[in-house]
């Protein structure tokens, strides 16, 4: 192409941006020495049409504007430099690039094309430089254009303290829904399907919590089984929605597929969180493939070690760790969640592996770059932010120790609540902690109980179903012997280990369930249903199905009477939420009154009907007490001022194999209490009603929840 077709353009923004008249792309590399962009025939994507050179740089941005090159056209990148391995520099110009702006992404990597930088094979392979050319086996970037019509689309901004977070798969959960029709199964217009709508509104999940849906690459060793990377935490394309979710359609259709997606869910009143993998890419360590951010700029885009830049700094387990260290690298996770926000309207963020964007050189703080990037920005700082809040380098366990604005999935609550209905000993003063928002983690740095996500289950680890079927992992359809997976899972298979035609052994798993789901809807800050669980959804014993994109990932919608019976219950504790706002508190407890309320705002008891002394929480062999909430003594008020009053609500809770009775509080403390809640049962309610100071029998291992209606 002759540099006269080839326009100056501008340095930004940073990708292919199509203005109706033409295309401007623009590249960061601040160590690359020329690059080229390459486009390809849309019906024949390995065919190559033209190739031109971006010939002016700014500020380390090389780029050039295209006239009348149309939406639809297919490029790559070729980035020309120094391949110095031991330098930390991987450029090589044989090699296409993905853009890592790139709106949209068409097709797929393909393992028996010469898709790595370096020889393979060898001592020292990775130092030698790779001469075959790979287009035909690399997906290619598409240039979009903008028409979807939004139709007056806003947010839906539930507030925190109402927010109810389901994880799914965009895939996995309506794959096997007959209710939607099979050819959006599996996709974002089958998240977005009435039917699906129909079950989130039922279960009462005010925002969906999606895997990732960021573009990725399966690893090879996983195309080497015929297996691919089903939850998808291996992304190439920060900025493109991963086309394998879509229905049928030209390159780049997924992008207003996703859109037509998100404005259903809004229209429903759901918000769309995503899950974002910006700790690492999946291109690996030196002996991984050249794909895009390798051949851009190794050594600005990833963490390299001090002492010997040829390899790679990895605190996420997976050959590599971003450089949040680096302007442009932080500059392209900013410029991506906005694109999110503000281009496909999501409501916000859960983090993977969130200690490593706070990592400096230093270790983490939390003061790093990435967090005040984010807190100063105006798009960012108002969207929900959640961390996971751990990886596996030095001090990388970080829960409780994230800044304000952030939320966490509090992992000390999943292993708490797991561990206390397993009857394990001293879990009385975690489980006062954990059930009350966790104010030991979040208060003193002024952040609310909203900034627990409360889970017992995640994609990552078992079902609610397998918590109480398996004692040990069976991964072994991962290909992997049954090595992978984490082995310390606090469950309990109620005495025999797999499904098992033992009544009595079934009726227990199923009580347990309930005692999970309870427990979650019952705990202050923001409970997290796993898509399924309320339905009895098994894995089959495998706590690591990362890789398993078949059924025994996808949801089962066909339930029979014990699976449905769950899912009702389900819907009655998410009601019960909604209903009673002293499980949805603003603020801690603070064990005191409130306003002019008759009852502590918290309380707890022991069975006996007396108070916890300190003592109590010492005890190794508690497991039965009671909380009660006092629905009067709500401190914060509503948003119009106006004091908040509901019900008061007396939980009983019972870990001990035998019953137990409770002596209700004394009776100066009101009039009966109805029962609302029982773990051991199945049935709703009958309402049964006690008079204070009475005693009602808790079953074993259950809990039972009685309310004091309130006089207001």
């Known amino acids: 192409m002759r540099r006269a077709e080839v326009l100056p353009g501008k340095p930004f923004p940073l990708g292919a941006t199509y203005d ?58 070729r980035v020309h430099g120094p391949f110095e391995p031991k330098k930390g520099f991987r450029f090589n110009p044989h090699k296409l690039l993905v853009d890592p702006y790139a709106r949209a992404i068409h097709g797929q990597v393909d393992y028996r094309a010469p898709i790595y930088g370096h020889v393979q094979g060898g001592k020292d392979e990775d130092l030698v430089q790779d001469k075959q050319d790979d287009a035909a086996g690399v997906p290619k970037a598409v240039v979009l254009e903008d028409t979807f019509d939004w139709e007056g689309d806003t947010h839906p901004r539930v507030p925190w303290h109402q927010t109810v977070l389901y994880e799914l798969h965009v895939k996995g959960f309506t794959k096997l829904n007959p209710r939607v029709p099979e050819a959006l199964r599996g996709t974002y217009a089958g998240l977005g399907h009435p039917a699906t709508l129909e079950h989130l509104k039922k279960v009462g999940v005010t925002a969906v919590e999606l895997l990732p849906i960021h573009h990725i690459v399966d690893e090879p060793f996983l195309v080497e089984r015929g297996l691919t990377n089903y939850w998808g935490y291996s992304t190439l394309g920060y900025f493109a929605p991963d086309a394998r979710y879509s229905a049928p359609g030209g390159p780049g259709s997924q992008v207003d597929e996703f859109k037509g997606m998100v404005k259903a869910l809004h229209k429903a009143g759901i918000e769309v969180i995503l899950d974002v993998v910006y700790n690492h890419t999946c291109e690996g360590n030196q002996l991984g493939p050249t794909l895009s951010f390798k051949g851009l700029d190794n050594g600005a885009y990833y963490r390299l070690t001090e002492k010997d830049p040829r390899y790679y700094l990895d605190v996420t387990g997976t050959g590599n760790s971003w450089n949040a260290t680096h302007p442009y690298a932080l500059k392209l996770v900013a410029d991506s969640l906005r694109y999110w ?32 990037i984010v807190h100063q920005d105006p798009v960012l700082s108002r969207v929900k932010l959640i961390s996971e809040p751990w990886d596996v380098g030095d001090f990388g366990y970080q829960v409780g120790n994230f800044p304000v604005l952030w939320s966490e999935w509090n992992g000390k609550y999943r292993d708490t609540i797991r561990r206390y209905w397993k009857g394990d000993d001293r879990q009385a003063a975690e489980i006062g902690y954990r059930l009350t928002g966790s104010s030991d983690l979040y208060a003193l740095s002024g952040r609310k109980p909203s900034a627990s996500v409360n889970f017992v289950t995640a994609h990552d680890g078992f079902t609610l179903h397998d918590l109480v079927t398996y004692n040990d992992k069976h991964n ?62 098994t894995q089959k014993g495998n706590n690591n199905a990362y890789c398993q994109d078949n059924a025994l990932s996808w949801v089962n919608w066909e339930l029979d009477d014990t699976q449905r019976a769950l899912l009702d219950f389900t819907c009655r504790l998410t009601r019960l939420r909604r209903e009673q706002p002293v499980l949805r508190k603003r603020r801690f407890f603070r064990g005191a009154h409130m306003w002019d309320s008759e009852l502590k705002d918290l309380a707890w008891f022991r069975p006996d009907g007396k108070e916890m ?90 809990l039972m929840v009685l309310r004091r209606p309130s006089t207001e």
């Open 476 to 537: 072994e359809a991962n290909g992997e012997d049954n090595r992978d997976g984490g082995n310390d899972n606090h469950s309990w298979n109620c005495g025999v280990e797999g499904e098992t035609g033992d009544v009595k052994i079934n009726a227990l798993r199923e009580q347990q369930k309930r005692n999970f789901l309870a427990t979650l809807f019952l705990s202050q800050g923001v409970p997290m249903l796993v898509a399924g669980d309320e339905m009895g959804r």
């Open 613 to 702: 002394r300190k003592d109590d929480w010492e005890k190794p062999y508690v497991r039965s007490l009671a909380i009660l909430l006092g629905g009067d003594a709500i401190a914060a008020p509503d948003d119009e001022g106006n004091r908040i009053v509901g019900d008061t609500l007396l939980v009983l809770m019972n870990a001990h194999h035998e019953p137990i009775s409770f002596l209700l509080p004394a009776l100066e403390w009101g009039a009966d209490w109805e029962q609302v809640v029982d773990t051991s049962t199945s049935e709703e309610s009958q309402h049964a009603h006690t008079p204070a100071g009475g005693k009602v029998q808790v079953a074993g291992r259950s």
């Open 341 to 372: 926000v503000e281009e496909m309207h999501v409501d916000g963020f859960r983090f993977d592996l969130a200690t490593t964007l706070g990592r400096d050189r230093h270790g983490y703080d939390t003061r790093a770059a990435f967090f005040q």
């Open 20 to 77: 109706g008249h033409g295309v401007n792309f623009a590249v960061f590399s601040e160590h690359a020495k020329k690059v080229e962009v390459c486009l390809y025939d849309a019906q024949e994507p390995t065919r190559e049409t033209r190739r031109f050179p971006l010939l002016e740089t700014t500020h380390q941005v090389f780029h050039g504007y295209v006239p009348d090159l149309k939406p639809g056209t297919l490029y790559g990148l």
